[in-house]
């Protein structure tokens, strides 16, 4: 499990330093993490790695990140963690089996959407295509997640969505691995780029037949997870040239 776990370090300290790169930061804020597995190979969301509060996302290392549990305690690292990130994280972990790797940003195109009366992302354009159904919404920005009460009501929110998009607010990607889920935010920050630009000429936007979006869904379902693992990899490779003492 130890070599398991190291190499979860590795990857969420690689999207960190990936997602600052992109402009996908703000300030110190803003948090990645991933449920680790137990002795026994299970991951059951009480036990996660997330970047500590303070460190800028491109000076985070492997060994910088903060093991915590689902009470709160920092039991590896310095520490400490947000609170928000805790109260986000933790709930998320523990009532989405699915969402092993969460990361939550304020990047610019997407929180842009977010601010909207109407905030969907419209299936218009291909890369939109990739979250065909796989967007929840939260349309109540209720403050700062300092409580349990908002971490459960952001889990309930997503439910088995990849997706959370938070009104007044950014966004939540999740998925089984840190590859996948920052495949996801990647690309959906392109999606809503191409949105915001569009819709700042005032005209309508295209849209696309039902029965090509099906077609569509078919075939990024089985691609997407080869893409994100051929994306990461291509991060991985970049860092390890430029920036080799993120694994450290």
């Known amino acids: 499990m130890s070599e398991v776990i190291e190499g979860m370090r590795v990857d969420l300290a690689a999207a960190l330093r990936w997602a600052a790169r992109l402009g996908m930061n703000e300030g110190v804020d803003n948090h990645f993490s991933v449920a680790v597995p137990d002795a026994d190979g299970r991951v059951r ?28 305690n920092v039991l590896e690292g310095e520490g400490p963690v947000e609170d928000s990130a805790f109260f986000i994280h933790s709930r998320i972990h523990l ?22 009366q109407r905030m969907q992302l419209q299936m218009c354009e291909q890369n939109a295509l990739m979250f065909d159904g796989r967007i929840a919404y939260d349309e109540i920005y209720g403050g ?17 969505a990849s997706v959370l998009m938070l009104a007044s ?13 920052f495949n996801d935010l990647y690309y959906l920050e ?25 077609h569509v869904r078919q075939q990024m379902a089985g691609d997407l997870p080869k893409v994100a693992e051929r994306h990461f990899i ?15």
């Open 45 to 72: 969301g009480d036990r996660f790695l997330i970047n500590p509060y303070g460190w800028h996302w491109s000076e985070i290392t492997a060994s910088s990140l903060c093991l915590c549990d689902a009470e709160g």
């Open 95 to 116: 009532k989405a089996p699915h969402a092993v790797a969460v990361l939550h940003t304020h990047q610019p195109h997407a929180t842009a959407l977010t601010l909207r």
């Open 144 to 160: 700062l997640a300092l409580d349990r009460s908002e971490g459960d009501r952001l889990a309930d929110g997503l439910g088995s």
């Open 169 to 181: 607010h950014g966004v939540i990607a999740v998925g089984p691995t840190v590859a996948d889920a």
């Open 190 to 214: 392109r999606a809503c780029m191409f949105q915001v630009l569009a819709r700042s000429g005032g005209e309508e936007l295209r849209t696309i037949p039902d029965e090509v979006r099906r």
């Open 234 to 248: 291509a991060i991985k490779r970049m860092l390890d040239r430029q920036e080799p003492e993120y694994r450290h």
